[in-house]
C-alpha cells in the first residue's frame, strides 16, 4: 500500500515550452501533497505544497506563475512548468501522506520525474 | 534556518561491515527526524521515522537514534550488504515558523563485495 506515482518518469523538452507532470496516490487519499526539486549532489528542496481544493503555498524564492500547481482531487496534483528554460533541467519529486494522518507523519515519495530543458 | 548536514559525504565499505552514518541539524525544535534511501535516479524510500519524544527506532539491520538537545541522529547498519548500496538521505520536519520537511545532502554509500 501507499504507493505514489509520477509521470512522466522523464521528459526532454526545447526552452520555451510547458511541461506538465503528475503526482498520483493510488491506493490513498491524500489531502496534502508537496512539490521538491533535486539539483545533481544537491539536497531535495522543497518547492510548493499543496492542498486539494484550494492553492497551493509556495516556498521562498520559488516562482508561483512559472510553477503551476493544481491539486484538483484526492488523488492527484499536478505541476507545470512554464515557459521553460535549462536551468529548470533537475529531477522533480512528489510526496503525499494520507488524509487520515497528519502532515508530519511518514510522507510516501513518488519515484521523480528527470526534466531536462535543452 | 534549520539546516541539515550529513556526515560523511561518501563512503565505501566492504561487505559485512557494520557502519554508521552521521545527521546535524541547526534547530532542535522539530516534530520527528526521518531517515530515508535513494537509488540512483529513483525516488525515496522512507526507512525509519523518529518522533522527537523518542530516542531510537529499528528496522531489521538498521538502527536510527535521534539526540534532539545536541541536534544529532546517527543511522546504523548491521552487516552491510552490496544491496545496501544507495544514498541515504536524513530530514527533518520543521516545527514553528516554516513548517516543512528539511533534507541533508545525502550519503553515498557504496558496499563492496
Known amino acids: 500500500g501507499a504507493v505514489v506515482s509520477q509521470h512522466p518518469s522523464w521528459v526532454i523538452c526545447k526552452s520555451g515550452t510547458s511541461v506538465k507532470i503528475e503526482c498520483r496516490s493510488l491506493?490513498?487519499?491524500?489531502?496534502?501533497m508537496f512539490w521538491y526539486r533535486q539539483f545533481p549532489k544537491q539536497s531535495l528542496m522543497l518547492m510548493a505544497t499543496?492542498?486539494?481544493?484550494?492553492?497551493?503555498?509556495?516556498e521562498q524564492g520559488v516562482e508561483k506563475d512559472k510553477f503551476l500547481i493544481n491539486h484538483a482531487s484526492l488523488t492527484l496534483s499536478t505541476l507545470t512548468v512554464t515557459s521553460a528554460h535549462p536551468e529548470d533541467s533537475s529531477f522533480y519529486i512528489c510526496?503525499?501522506?494520507?488524509?487520515?494522518?497528519?502532515?508530519?507523519?511518514?510522507?510516501?515519495f513518488g519515484p521523480g520525474t528527470r526534466l531536462t530543458v535543452l | 534556518k534549520q539546516e541539515v548536514t550529513q556526515i560523511p559525504a561518501a563512503l565505501s565499505v566492504p561487505e559485512g561491515e557494520n557502519l554508521v552514518l552521521n545527521c546535524s541539524f541547526t534547530?532542535?525544535?522539530?516534530?520527528?527526524l526521518q531517515w530515508f534511501r535513494q537509488d540512483p535516479g529513483k525516488g525515496l524510500t522512507s526507512l525509519l521515522l523518529?518522533?522527537?519524544?523518542?530516542r531510537e527506532q529499528t528496522s531489521g539491520r538498521l538502527n536510527a537514534s535521534l539526540d534532539k538537545s545536541s541536534g544529532r541522529s546517527t543511522l546504523y547498519i548491521a552487516a552491510s550488504q552490496p544491496g545496501d548500496s544507495a544514498t541515504y538521505l536524513c530530514?527533518?520536519?520543521?516545527?514553528?515558523?516554516?513548517?516543512?520537511?528539511?533534507f541533508g545532502k545525502g550519503t553515498k554509500l557504496t558496499v563492496n563485495p
Open positions: 510526496s503525499a501522506n494520507a488524509a487520515t494522518s497528519f502532515s508530519t507523519d511518514t510522507q510516501y
Open positions: 491506493d490513498f487519499q491524500a489531502t496534502t
Open positions: 499543496s492542498n486539494e481544493g484550494s492553492k497551493a503555498t509556495y
Open positions: 534547530d532542535s525544535a522539530i516534530y520527528n
Open positions: 523518529i518522533q522527537s519524544s523518542q
Open positions: 530530514a527533518v520536519w520543521n516545527q514553528g515558523g516554516s513548517e516543512k520537511l528539511v
